[in-house]
């Protein structure tokens, strides 16, 4: 199953809403989770389940969504938010567990 | 507290082999899935191998045939057997806890692979 992050980039400043989009080619149910990236830092996973904030995350970050159409939302954007931001699937059959090509939040 | 930790990178010739481990602290690496994700100068992160309980693996058509995921009860260890080598294989690759059959709730470091004559 392929997914398309959009949009590649987005410009934003402290304080403003981001809204990250992520398409699956098929169905997913809700087996989709959003990872951030920061350069030269590990992943850290920020959202699971479509919807489940990871342990310590902040509750700027949600994420909705089912089926294909998955978002992230960034409500309030802190300085320490803008990186990477990768979603990602599990397919059933074959078995593949893939990310999309990533959305860079950038000042 | 959950800990794990690569090893094993380094420089290899095209072609060549190399095998790098993941140590495990904090739960037993049998008792939980483990994965390898890889990322490679200026890409996104790739998944490349998943192993389940019951050592039921999957593989990335990328490295399917070439990457061998196990892991050694008694050592609390992953392993990523990688073959056949070759320059696209240069990354950072990260070892992972899956959860949730599917999740990478924790990461080590990462460890460097370049593949490079």
């Known amino acids: 199953i392929v997914l398309t992050q959009s949009p590649a980039t987005l410009s934003l400043s402290p304080g403003d809403r981001a809204t990250l989009s992520c398409r699956a080619g098929?169905?997913?149910?809700?087996?989709l989770s959003w990872y951030q990236h920061k350069p030269g830092q590990v992943p850290r996973l920020i959202i699971f389940?479509?919807?489940r904030r990871a342990t310590g995350v902040p509750a700027r970050f949600s994420g909705r969504g089912s089926g294909t159409d998955f978002t992230l939302i960034i409500d309030g954007l802190e300085p320490e938010d803008f990186a990477v931001y990768y979603c990602h699937q599990r397919s059933n059959w074959p078995r593949a567990l893939t990310f999309g090509g990533g959305t860079k939040v950038e000042i | 507290e959950v800990n794990l930790v690569e090893s094993g990178g380094g420089l290899i010739q095209p072609g060549g082999s190399l095998r790098l481990s993941c140590a495990v602290s904090g739960f037993r690496a049998t008792n939980h899935y483990k994965a390898w994700v890889r990322q490679a100068p200026g890409k996104g992160l790739e998944w490349i191998a998943v192993?389940?309980?019951?050592?039921?693996?999957y593989y990335a058509d990328s490295v399917r045939g070439r990457f061998t995921i196990s892991r050694d009860e008694s050592e609390n260890t992953v392993y990523l057997q990688m073959n056949s080598l070759r320059g696209e294989d240069t990354a950072i690759y990260y070892c992972t806890n899956v959860y949730h059959d599917y999740v990478f709730d924790y990461w080590g470091q990462g460890t460097l692979v370049t593949v490079s004559s």
């Open positions: 192993v389940y309980v019951g050592d039921i693996t």
């Open positions: 389940d479509a919807s």
């Open positions: 098929q169905s997913v149910d809700n087996s």
